[in-house]
């Protein structure tokens, strides 16, 4: 069989008798196939202007299907953008050994409790020495589960003004183009997060001296960039990337003969696309593996940043920069709203809903 439009909802529709899955993970996976279908009810988007309509079934919005996350993305990011502080921002990651990976596979909730753990003590003690930043700062944390094969790779990502405050209450900014040194935060990351596994696996003894000798010899992968060149970046980087999911469906190619083909960017070759191969039970045994726990947060407020700290953070920001353009203008986000919603017909009208009841 050939499809160049298959999806994660089509294979799994296929394949799902095949799969041994939990409880959790069987009631994902009916979110993703009953996604955008009849099941779940419809509405219907109509143009006033030119009488244009279209039926849209509604999305089952759970967090680890392709089909929900770009909309989703851009609904959340839409609520961050008046919280987009007039700092650089930068993009830093924190990867782990891929040593640590089965001790994380084994319990991920607390393994992934760690790395978070890990990740908020590290950038808190950097950034709080004086001979550092010297403040007190706030990030966005995200994390991520995946590489580009959809192989267990948990790594966190993190979006960080850089700035915080200082003891006496007033705002610093860090030095230009330059946040903290990465060679620093790898080093204290790898005791913290040694730290924490220790604590939160002490009892399943899969932690001996010889995987702590091993990782500690090995550098460990923190990558900072200055991504962004302004808030209009960090709202669209938002929105795109923070509510990805292992694969998204346009990178499925087809499926012939049981073996799913789809395309990948090559790391370790200049991010060059490329092609791979397998078959169709094994790669959605390794989507599974990318299901959250239930009622884990893989979205979370640090610092500064936290929801019961944000709303005085901005408002102190704000008034010491009230002539900042570092902010983003009702107008873009009034403009981005009719993009989305104009009549793809007539390219003037915009799309109301109804809702709406299939017959027959």
Not at 317 to 335: G, M, Q
Not at 339 to 353: F, T, W
């Amino acid at each position: 069989m050939t499809n160049n439009k298959i999806g994660i909802s089509d294979l799994f529709l296929m394949y799902k008798d095949k799969l041994n899955m939990s409880l959790h993970e069987y009631i994902t996976v009916s979110h993703i196939t009953s996604c955008r279908t009849i099941s779940l009810g419809a509405r219907k988007i109509v143009c006033p202007h030119c009488g244009n309509e279209k039926i849209l079934y509604n999305s089952c919005r759970d967090r680890n299907c392709p089909k929900c996350q770009q909309e989703k993305g851009f609904a959340w990011s839409l609520k961050r953008s008046e919280e987009i502080l007039p700092a650089q921002y930068f993009h830093v990651v924190f990867t782990i050994p891929k040593q640590l990976n089965r001790i994380i596979l084994f319990n991920k909730r607390s393994g992934y409790k760690a790395l978070f753990n890990s990740v908020k003590a590290t950038l808190v003690k950097i950034s709080n020495d004086k001979k550092k930043l010297g403040a007190k700062i706030g990030f966005i944390g995200v994390l991520h589960t995946w590489d580009q094969l959809l192989k267990f790779h948990p790594h966190i990502h993190c979006i960080i003004p850089n700035g915080g405050f200082t003891q006496t209450g007033k705002w610093k900014h860090g030095k230009n183009n330059y946040f903290l040194p990465v060679k620093v935060l790898s080093k204290v990351f790898r005791a913290k997060l040694v730290f924490y596994l220790k604590k939160y696996f002490k009892k399943y003894n899969l932690i001996d001296k010889k995987l702590i000798n091993d990782v500690y010899k090995k550098e460990w992968n923190v990558n900072s960039k200055k991504t962004f060149t302004g808030p209009k970046d960090v709202f669209n980087y938002l929105g795109r990337y923070t509510h990805r999911v292992g694969i998204s469906n346009n990178r499925i190619i087809s499926l012939e003969n049981d073996i799913v083909t789809f395309s990948y960017k090559d790391r370790h070759d200049g991010n060059k696309t490329k092609i791979a191969k397998l078959d169709a039970v094994s790669f959605l045994k390794r989507f599974l593996i990318h299901i959250l726990p239930k009622r884990f947060l893989k979205i979370r407020y640090f610092g500064i940043l936290s929801n019961k700290l944000k709303k005085n953070t901005f408002k102190k920001v704000k008034l010491e920069y009230s002539e900042t353009k570092n902010t983003i203008k009702p107008n873009y986000l009034k403009a981005i709203y009719k993009k989305l919603s104009v009549c793809p017909n007539c390219k003037v009208g915009i799309m109301v809903s109804y809702n709406f009841k299939e017959t027959g």
